[in-house]
């Protein structure tokens, strides 16, 4: 006789509720039909905008008991990347170090708004923090953009026309529009 085997643990460390059919995560119930926990998150807004959501990017944020309100140790995709993307931008920021520069974007990825944006026909996610203003008194940005596995692939400053178009299409569409992540 081969029975079927049964674990109940399930994804981030989630341990199967049988009864309610719920996965419990210490400090709330994650309802894997909606997606979203049954109730908000202890830590309120400072996990994101929306409190009962999971985390922003189950791939690279991991956060199984729901009370880290940053992205964790997200990483670019590869080690060439870091370097071209630092020697080419690291300047913008005053980055002495390949190590810094991750770490700023790191930084703007944990404080910034999360935005969608298209980049080569594919939606992506990006973040975006305000730095103050240009030469020109136009708002300057600190972008960090993402692909679909959530690995940073860029860090630099935008600014002016270049900044809109890249959000929104449209160099004289000029809202924000934060991801409802």
């Not at 006789?1 to 460390?13: E, I, P, S, T």
């Not at 049988?18 to 309802?31: A, H, I, P, Q, V």
């Not at 300047?91 to 790191?106: K, N």
């Amino acid at each position: 006789m081969n029975d079927a085997v049964h674990c109940d643990l399930r994804y981030q460390g989630q341990l199967e509720d049988t009864e309610s059919g719920l996965y419990y995560n210490l400090n709330r119930y994650f309802d894997s039909d909606s997606g979203q926990y049954l109730s908000p998150d202890p830590i309120g807004f400072a996990g994101g905008l929306r409190p009962q959501g999971y985390v922003h990017n189950p791939v690279a944020w991991v956060d199984p008991l729901g009370l880290s309100p940053d992205c964790g140790d997200a990483n670019f995709a590869d080690e060439s990347k870091l370097t071209n993307h630092y020697e080419k931008h690291g300047a913008e920021f005053g980055a002495e170090s390949e190590d810094e520069y991750l770490s700023m974007a790191r930084q703007v990825m944990n404080e910034g708004t999360p935005v969608q944006y298209e980049y080569k026909g594919e939606l992506r996610t990006g973040f975006v923090q305000l730095m103050g203003n240009n030469r020109k008194g136009q708002a300057k940005f600190a972008f960090v953009g993402t692909n679909s596995q959530g690995q940073i692939t860029t860090l630099h400053t935008k600014s002016g026309k270049d900044f809109w178009k890249t959000l929104n299409g449209s160099a004289s569409d000029k809202p924000i529009r934060p991801a409802n992540l």
